[in-house]
């Protein structure tokens, strides 16, 4: 392979020295100088089979090119599309091809085999590595192994001399806070293994009571010193040493703060001793000489309900607020869903020979009749109209203030015919009220499906749900019984 990467880079070196005489990067610099020779050979001896073929392409996609960019002449734009996609191609293969080349070289730079018979194995701590061999013998086929090499174990003369300087390194690694085995009055550190060092350690200790084999001292209440045998267990693989190691510890030495808190401690104790069988427990109240004022820490939680509450009542504001914008909504969809029964109303009315004005009440007092059943914004959008009409304010005015109450676009459509054929007058209102009607239930049937898909929207999320419970349901008994 090290002969297609080099004559790779060898093609891209022969370009790049072509090349040198167009405008940009060394990638746009090939990509042109490719370009320029193609569009040569077109004028050549080439087949015209190839030459037609490669202008039908261009000039789809100039025409496609144009229509996304018209201010910009197609052949430019197809010569800049060419330009960008060979440079990108370019750039992409020689990167490509130095990396493959940084492996080729990676690979072959540290080989595991050696004179053809020797594996070099890691050392100790860094794993086990795997090999890939193949197997030749002459006259048969040959064989390929993926070898899994263990890394290299220490000899039982390397294993004594390493345990030797682990030894006299230890005293000072199990120290801790202490100044010496000799006085051990704090927890010391007793380690599971060494920086360097392959072994195990694993520890025991001649009293529990004193020194755990975490390391923990319990000197607290000693009142002399006692000698403690702590025995450290190295271990590599099949082979073991001991080392025992002598202890002192110490009663522990408390600071004057320390001191009290012991003592007052100790009262508490000899009070729950005495005061065992009684109902109430007389607290110390004197510490020596020194009286002793106590008082109950209570655990108050008021603080955080008091935050909830008002993470509550932020969360109820914001809820009111968004539920405002819902009703809204909620009133929009209905006005649109109402829209085309108005728009129809009107017509079926006029129709008969009623006027506008006639018209808003029969409507109006429709309503009424039904309005304790169930209540709808344009009714009462339009009993406001009404009752402005009785009160003596014109047609005219009305009429606009009915569709800019209602604050939907088709309402201020109709608002607009009405007050243009009082102020003008027209005798196609009739037919473009019909009109309208039937572009509303139009988009009535429109809407409708768009409030149906929605609706399957929201449902995905339920129905997401009910299969993962049902997924529980079956998968939870077959585990158990599997499992039994």
Partial sequence: MIYTYVVILAGYLLLFLVSAKEVGNP????????????????????????????ALLEKQLG?????????????RQVQEHYRSLYSTILMVVFVGNLLCLAVWISARSSPRLTDGSYLSRNDYGEGEVSVGLAAEIPGIQEEMFDYLLEERKFTTQELEKQYDEAQALFPAAILGENERLEDVRKNLTLVSELVEYPFQISWESSAYSLVDTDGTVHNKELEAEEIVTLTAQFRYEDWRRECQFLVQVNPAVYTPQEA???????????????????????????????????????????????????VAAGALYWGKGREIDQKLEARRRELLLDYPEIVNKLALYMGAGMTIRNAFFKM?????????????YVYEEILITCYELQGGRSET?????????????AYSKLSALLTQNIRKGSNDLLRMFRQEADNAFIERKNMAKKLGEEA?????????????????????????????
Avoid at 31 to 47: F, T, V, W
Avoid at 277 to 300: A, H
Avoid at 397 to 409: D, P, S, W
Avoid at 472 to 482: D, G, K, N, R
């Fill in 397 to 409: 005015e009305a009429y606009e203030r009915f569709g800019k109450r209602c604050q939907v676009q």
């Fill in 63 to 75: 025409d496609k090119l144009k229509t996304l960019q018209p201010q910009i002449a197609a052949d």
């Fill in 364 to 376: 109006g007092e429709d309503y009424k009749k039904q309005r304790e059943q169930r209540k709808k």
């Fill in 456 to 484: 399957g929207t929201k449902l995905l999320m339920p129905m997401m749900i009910m299969l993962c419970v049902v997924m529980v349901i079956i998968i939870i008994p077959a585990y158990f019984s599997f499992t039994l």
């Fill in 27 to 54: 990638f746009q610099k090939m990509s042109a100088y490719i370009l320029r020779r193609q569009r040569q050979g077109k004028s050549g001896k080439g087949k015209k089979k190839r030459k037609w073929k490669r």
């Fill in 260 to 310: 009290i808190r012991s003592r007052i401690e100790n009262l508490l104790k000899e009070r729950e001793e005495n005061t065992r069988n009684e109902k109430t427990m007389t607290l110390p109240d004197r510490l020596g000489s020194e009286p002793i004022v106590w008082r109950e820490i209570i655990d108050d939680s008021s603080g955080y309900f008091l935050l909830l509450v008002l």
